[in-house]
């Protein structure tokens, strides 16, 4: 990592802000399961605290390493990252206009398809890669929100957040940014404008796969963020305390772990692009991939994690490949220590923008020997 501020970030993430308890003068803090909290002789809770549906001590460090990663003014986690992402569209009214990318996560599109026509939202699909575009679906005063999926999942498009935000702002729209895939160690999205900062916490946040769950943190505390906290307390998709728990814990080594994710994605990239049994190398780290100049601007010490390899012998070759793997994980989700792959278009089904001929790749933490030497065996 280069630059003081990203050393600092590593910090925070190795050691959870350096947090030790004053009391037990414990390291690793406590896991506060309580669903409720004792209420003053005089009326009041002087602790701030009343029902976990609202407010739970063990968020309060995760909330707080998250928000400084990003550099945000508060964060707040969440069931799932759908459960994330769905609420800054759920506090839109009636009337509001959305721009959102063709190529993005895609049950999340597929909702946001289905929502904005129940609550009578309007939704513009874009490239989101073409700024034009972008600046010609604007709908100044009535666009009240800019999605952005940078790596966009699972073509790895790239968007150019400060353009992008640029335009949504003098539209008066809110930029909200999925920074899944680039995390926290890669991209800061609200340092380059945008107002919103979305994670499937999920991913390599936890980075273990063994939770699921999703934070938002934003820039400022404004009234925008406020609905969506009270929205969380009303809708009560908060995250269970174990899960918060163990997403602290795994957010600890966050930096090593993407950094050698990083390593092994662009060793995966380079080894298989012009590979007899590879048509397309997908990934923002080779210099011939569109957007690649973008994403070095916006992105710092790594690429990601995720690639996509398009098999040459078409849908039944990739299925085929998928099928012989020792190593990686036939399995869907991403940023564990262990690498996974798919055959997508099986997972997105009808209307999806994914090339039949697509591998998914997450790159986990393995050596990369083992994982060049198992996908050489499995396209063979
Ligand atoms: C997984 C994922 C989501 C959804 O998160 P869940 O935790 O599965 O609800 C959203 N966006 C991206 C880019 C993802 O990879």
């Known amino acids: 990592m280069d630059g003081e501020k990203s050393r600092n970030s590593a910090t925070i993430a190795a050691q959870g802000l350096g947090w030790t308890d004053p009391v037990t003068k414990a390291v690793s803090p406590p896991l506060h399961l309580s669903s409720t909290f004792i209420r003053d002789p005089d009326n009041g809770y002087a602790s701030g605290r009343a029902y976990a549906r609202a407010d739970n001590p063990t968020y309060n460090q995760p ?24 609420s800054v569209f759920q506090v839109l009214a009636p009337g509001d206009h959305i721009v959102a990318p063709k190529v993005m996560y895609w049950s999340l599109r ?27 679906a604007m709908r100044p005063g009535q666009t009240k929100l800019a999605w952005i999926e940078t790596p966009g999942n699972p073509l790895w498009n790239i968007t150019d957040i400060a353009a ?11 930029v909200a940014v999925d920074s ?19 994670h499937s916490a999920t991913k390599y946040l936890n980075g273990h796969s063994d939770i699921v769950a999703g934070a938002l943190v934003t820039r ?4 925008f963020w406020q609905r969506i906290v009270d929205l ?22 966050l930096f090593p772990r993407v950094q050698i994710a990083c390593r092994n994605a662009m060793a995966v990239a380079e080894h298989f692009n012009g590979h007899a049994a590879i048509s397309h190398v997908l990934y923002p780290g ?27 012998g078409g849908e039944a070759a990739a299925i085929r490949a998928a099928a012989k793997v020792k190593i990686w994980k036939r399995a869907t989700s991403l940023g ?16 999806s923008p994914v090339p039949d001929d697509l591998l998914r790749l997450s790159c986990g933490i393995e050596h990369i020997g083992d994982l060049i030497a198992d996908l050489e065996h499995a396209l063979a």
Do not use: C, Y
Not at 71 to 80: I, N, P, R, T, V
Not at 112 to 136: G, P, Y
């Open 164 to 174: 992008v935000t640029e335009i949504a702002h003098k539209a008066g729209a809110k």
């Open 220 to 223: 400022e505390a404004d009234d």
């Open 286 to 312: 080779l210099k011939d991939f569109p957007g690649h100049a973008i994403a070095a601007r916006q992105m710092h010490g790594g690429f990601g994690g995720m690639l996509s390899l398009r098999v040459k």
């Open 63 to 86: 909330e707080a390493v998250l928000a400084a990663l990003e550099g945000g003014a508060e964060a707040a986690l969440f069931s799932s990252g759908v459960a994330a992402a769905t």
């Open 180 to 198: 899944t895939v680039a995390t926290p160690v890669l991209s800061q999205p609200l340092s380059l404008g945008a107002d919103i900062v979305m």
């Open 232 to 253: 969380r307390a009303h809708q009560g998709a908060i995250l269970g305390s174990l899960e918060a728990w163990l997403l602290l814990r795994g957010m600890r080594t």
């Open 110 to 136: 597929r909702w946001i398809a289905e929502f904005a026509s129940h609550w009578k939202l309007d939704v513009n699909f874009v490239d989101m890669s073409d700024t034009d575009q972008v600046a010609r």
């Open 336 to 351: 564990g220590t262990e690498s996974l792959i798919e055959h997508r278009a099986s997972v997105e089904g009808e209307g």
